[in-house]
């Protein structure tokens, strides 16, 4: 799908990966953006005039429909839903750190709310001669890694999602991906990880994946990933596990 004269919404845009591909987006598309944080969304709005901003907290269920039903409201139609937003709690279940409510909120987040957007923003993709609807996922849905248990299942249940929804839309115009990323620079992963990719490269891949649709688009270290865990998957794990 060429990225030209579309009207795209991204959950999470206001940092990291996501406002990455608002950036590259915004000059030549409508941009839908969903987020948190007023001040951010506003500053995005100011930035870029073709972008529209949409606030919610996507840890509550309620808010996800409210946004779902102003968005409807407002477009008639959307060509590309990208679930981008999402939280990872680092602590073990072990460590003084964890916070119980991080449970929950991360559930939703990261998975709950992403079904709900997709169910309730469905009627606005399925009449388009083409439309995409990408979930952002990552390695660590293939191999978890010790720390974020919680945040290593939500994206584990994301690719089962997505791989099922894709099969459900089999016989519509819409393009069911995911993209799977290693680790990227942004605020998720402050002061953790080395050798990462920017987000900007991180944003420039995933778009690529959309203009070519690849259904699982495996970006960078997570190609080598996919084939160790064929040829030789304890290897794979014990490596990921460390992560
Ligand atoms: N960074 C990595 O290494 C990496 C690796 C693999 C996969 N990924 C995936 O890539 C995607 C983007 O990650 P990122 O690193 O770019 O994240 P990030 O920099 O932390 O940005 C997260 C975005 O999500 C929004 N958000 C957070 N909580 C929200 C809530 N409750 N309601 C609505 N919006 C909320 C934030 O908005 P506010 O600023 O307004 O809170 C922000 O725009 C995620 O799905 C992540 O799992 C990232």
């Not at 994206?155 to 089999?170: C, D, G, M, P």
Request: charged content about 20%.
């Amino acid at each position: 799908m060429q990225l030209k004269e579309k009207s795209i919404i991204i959950t999470g845009g206001t940092s990291g990966i996501g406002y990455e591909m608002v950036k590259i987006l915004a000059p030549d598309n409508d941009v839908i953006v969903i987020a948190r944080t007023p001040h951010k969304l506003d500053q995005l709005a100011q930035t870029f005039e073709r972008v529209y901003p949409f606030q919610a907290d996507l840890t509550r269920l309620d808010e996800v429909e409210r946004v779902a039903d102003a968005i409807a409201k407002r477009f008639s139609a959307i060509d590309i839903l990208i679930n981008n937003a999402a939280m990872q709690h680092t602590p073990t279940f072990l460590a003084d750190d964890f916070t119980y409510e991080s449970i929950q909120r991360e559930i939703t987040l990261n998975f709950t709310s992403i079904c709900c957007l997709t169910y309730l923003l469905l009627p606005l993709l399925i009449h388009q001669d083409e439309a995409t609807l990408l979930n952002m996922n990552s390695g660590l849905a293939l191999a978890p890694k010790t720390s974020s248990a919680v945040y290593c299942a939500t994206k584990a249940a994301l690719n089962i999602f997505t791989q099922s929804l894709r099969y459900q839309l089999e016989t519509t115009h819409i393009h069911v991906q995911q993209a799977f990323l290693d680790l990227v620079e942004t605020p998720m992963t402050t002061g953790r990880g080395t050798h990462k990719m920017s987000a900007q490269a991180a944003a420039r891949e995933v778009l690529k994946g959309i203009e070519r649709n690849i259904p699982d688009h495996d970006i960078c270290k997570v190609k080598l990933l996919r084939i160790l865990l064929r040829i030789a998957p304890a290897i794979a794990r014990r490596i990921m596990k460390k992560y």
